[in-house]
């Protein structure tokens, strides 16, 4: 099944930060879930607890501990621990997941014009399966983006309430992530 269609059946991507994060997932429809916590010495056993509750691991390389900003860590956590992708906020990471061909998410910032301007660019190098756009609560931007690229937008960040995410979907958003435990059931 394509992301794209993933998405479109359950927009709520659970982003979990610990234990309790993560078990607390498990009792959710979430089909995706981004791993933001772990090291390189127990992320292959988060990863496993995922897929063995039947959903999709994406692992936040950035927030993986003693992993270097490197193409061979993104071959570890596919290959040796098992996700189905990664998310990143480095390019180089996001187009070698994406060569190997598996699930590759750009992680962008818009903090300002300059980085909104140069997001076509980003996705054109960086070829990911979807752009993570944050602060996911900016309606008008995700509208920008979501006709800017073709590939499915994720809001995500400081996304703290149930209208917050009804608002970023209505604004083209595909799916929205968030830590908010209250808003995984939303």
């Known amino acids: 099944m394509k992301l794209s269609e993933i998405l479109a059946d359950f927009p709520m991507i659970a982003a979990v930060r610990n234990e309790e994060d993560l078990r607390e997932c498990f009792k959710t429809q979430c089909r995706i879930i ?4 772990g090291s390189i010495c127990n992320i292959t056993e988060i990863v496993r607890q ?4 039947g959903k999709i691991a994406i692992v936040h390389m950035d927030f993986v501990t003693g992993m270097a900003i490197r193409d061979v860590s993104v071959e570890f956590i596919l290959r040796n ?3 189905d992708g990664i998310v ?3 390019p180089n990471l ?7 061909g598996f ?14 301007n140069s997001l076509e660019k980003q996705v054109e190098l960086s070829m990911p399966s979807a752009i993570e756009i944050m602060p996911g609560i900016m309606p008008d931007i995700i509208r920008q983006v979501k006709s800017a690229v073709k590939i499915p937008v994720i809001s995500g960040g400081l996304l703290s309430e149930k209208k917050h995410v009804i608002t970023a979907l209505s604004a083209g958003a595909d799916a929205v992530s968030t830590t ?6 939303a």
């Open 34 to 37: 981004f791993i933001l916590y």
């Open 81 to 83: 621990a098992g996700a």
């Open 180 to 185: 908010n435990h209250a808003l995984w059931y």
């Open 94 to 100: 996001v187009k070698e997941a994406q060569k190997q």
């Open 50 to 53: 995922v897929k063995a509750c």
């Open 103 to 116: 699930i590759a998410i750009q992680r962008t910032f818009l903090v300002d014009s300059i980085a909104l």
């Open 88 to 90: 990143s906020t480095k």
